[in-house]
């Protein structure tokens, strides 16, 4: 399976903008289909934004398209998250996941490898 190492996150004021990335080894990376999910407290961990092997197409959760940039690089084995306008209620732990195709990588109970989380803050 492929270990997965999240980076980026940090307190930001709204409207501002991060850059998360995710760090993939022990495995080939263009094995699988990419995404990302977050959690804030008190919630269930949320489907944010997926990537295809090869980074031909992808898809975003409705709260975050237009604002959030899903992208991949398979010569540095690494995927980002470039996140835009953000708002406090982007607040939350954000995780990086790996699956089997684009659709799967979308549902939490189908990833197969997750990373450790990195906190996301946006204050008003």
């Known amino acids: 399976q492929v270990q997965l190492v999240e980076s980026g996150g940090g307190l930001v004021q709204a409207g501002g903008s991060l850059r998360l990335s995710c760090a993939a080894s022990?495995?080939?990376?263009?094995?699988?289909?990419m995404g990302w999910f977050r959690q804030a407290p008190g919630k269930e961990r949320e489907f944010v934004a997926a990537?295809?092997?090869?980074?031909?197409?992808?898809n975003y959760a409705e709260s975050v398209k237009g604002r959030f940039t899903i992208s991949r690089d398979n010569a540095k084995n690494t995927v980002s998250l470039q996140m835009n306008s953000l708002k406090p209620e982007d607040t939350a732990v954000y995780y990086c996941?790996?699956?089997?195709?684009?659709?799967?990588?979308?549902?939490?109970?189908?990833?197969?490898?997750w990373g450790q989380g990195t906190q996301v803050t946006v204050s008003s």
């Open positions: 990537i295809s092997r090869f980074g031909r197409s992808t």
């Open positions: 996941a790996a699956g089997p195709s684009r659709s799967e990588v979308t549902i939490a109970t189908a990833v197969t490898s």
């Open positions: 022990g495995s080939t990376f263009s094995s699988y289909a």
